[in-house]
């Protein structure tokens, strides 16, 4: 890999650095203001709903420019949907804004990796990019939750600014700096002699031809079994979060602060599972990996047994492991699918589109979950849990991930014995 390679990577990994701990920004400035409880699965829910509503026209925006022109007005964006923040938009709709300029940005940031390398090495670089991601992930959980944690707001209180900023606005305005870094970075990323496509303005002909390329690639036997893993990894990945958060507060006993860290340790995991996947795990056998995410979706079951601090974090590193190893080589058997068939930004576009749905499924579920099955707060709850609840009552969380751990595991078993039965019919390759 040669430095254009790390320059792309550094402006990759600053932005989605600054989306992460927007996350837990938002979710912070949420609880300021005193929000029920499902409104943080909807924050996550209307930020993902713009990768689905812009998926038609993102792939031929990505594929009109540069991708380094296109990711620069993209964290525009999302600089502007901070600042909503800042000066009172409310936060489930900012960070709508942030959503519609992440989804624009997916294409080119994946986009310019298969324009850039030949196909021989995308396993390879998506190991670096997934690792650069879920770096991202870890500091980033871990920036938002230090920023807006309980440790800032004597700071503030002590200084000049706790007269102009909250904990939770105070991260908004430093995560900002972070985008301003990713789009200086965005000026060095190099511009390829590739052929341009010029954009379209014409909204029924771009939605047509999306659907032309969601049929193709759902048609095609590695693609179609790729974007069902993909789609469900991102899906189970977005809801995980939440649900993370909410089992470390109930039955760990720890602050929202704490089970940030504990979300990291899952993104530490898929870290080092994308790492192995990418030294190990060869293009053309992309598919040998599908047992470990039946195996991921029996370990999450095993959340309900654990309430040591210790077994929980070691838990959580193996499920994160275990996302990161079936997830890797067939992101990149997906994007090498896509781009034989219709060109990186459109191919990444469809599958945006596709797991973005997984997303808004599985968190929509949960946000209806938290918000008609959550039961009273009862006297002899934890202070943690008490102060965590106390807008809307304790979700229902035996429900929630005995059905997440066996979705994942039953979903991932069809997805397998559908590869099984292509191997025999001479389709696919074992």
């Not at 031929?60 to 420019?65: H, R, T």
């Not at 920036?143 to 002590?158: E, M």
């Not at 990149?332 to 945006?352: C, D, E, F, K, P």
Request: charged share 10%; hydrophobic share 55%.
């Amino acid at each position: 890999m040669d430095r254009g390679f790390f320059i792309i990577l550094g402006a990759q990994f600053l932005s989605a650095l600054a989306d992460n701990a927007l996350f837990f920004a938002a979710l912070a400035l949420l609880k300021e203001q005193h929000s029920p409880e499902w409104h943080l699965s909807m924050l996550l829910w209307c930020f993902t709903v713009s990768y689905v509503v812009l998926a038609p026209f993102a792939g031929s925006f990505a594929d009109s420019m540069h991708k380094g022109k296109a990711m620069m007005i993209c964290n525009g964006i999302k600089l502007a949907g901070c600042l909503g923040m800042l000066v009172g938009i409310p936060p489930i709709m900012a960070y709508a804004l942030v959503g519609f300029g992440a989804a624009a940005y997916s294409p080119a940031k994946y986009g310019i990796i298969t324009e850039y390398l030949p196909h021989e090495k995308l396993v390879a670089a998506n190991g670096w990019l997934e690792g650069a991601t879920v770096s991202a992930i870890i500091f980033g959980t871990i920036l938002g939750g230090l920023l807006a944690g309980s440790h800032v707001a004597p700071w503030l209180n002590s200084t000049v600014l706790g007269a102009f900023f909250t904990p939770a606005t105070f991260a908004i305005a430093a995560i900002i700096l972070l985008y301003l870094a990713a789009s200086w970075l965005n000026c060095y990323i190099p511009k390829l002699n590739i052929e341009l496509k010029p954009l379209q303005l014409q909204p029924v002909a771009l939605i047509k031809e999306f659907w032309g390329c969601v049929a193709k690639l759902w048609k095609d036997p590695q693609g179609q079994l790729s974007l069902g893993v993909t789609t469900l990894f991102w899906g189970a990945g977005a809801t995980m979060r939440l649900v993370v958060l909410n089992w470390a507060i109930i039955w760990l006993n720890f602050s929202m602060e704490q089970a940030t860290q504990l979300v990291a340790v899952v993104a530490f995991g898929i870290a080092a599972g994308a790492i192995l996947a990418g030294h190990y795990v060869p293009l053309k056998k992309a598919f040998c990996v599908l047992p470990a995410g039946i195996a991921m979706g029996i370990l999450v079951i095993g959340m309900l047994f654990v309430h040591n601090t210790w077994l929980a974090a070691f838990l959580m590193f193996i499920v994160g492991c275990l996302s990161g190893f079936f997830v890797v080589p067939l992101n990149a058997m997906l994007q090498h699918r896509g781009h034989t068939l219709m060109g990186a930004g459109h191919s990444i576009a469809v599958q945006n589109f596709n797991e973005n749905i997984g997303i808004l499924v599985m968190v929509g579920i949960h946000a209806m979950m938290v918000k008609y099955f959550s039961h009273p707060i009862t006297d002899n709850v934890s202070k943690a849990v008490a102060h965590q609840f106390q807008a809307s009552g304790i979700p229902p969380m035996y429900a929630i991930i005995t059905g997440f751990g066996l979705m994942v595991a039953l979903t991932m078993i069809a997805i397998t014995v559908r590869f099984r039965r292509g191997v025999r019919a001479g389709i696919m390759n074992d």
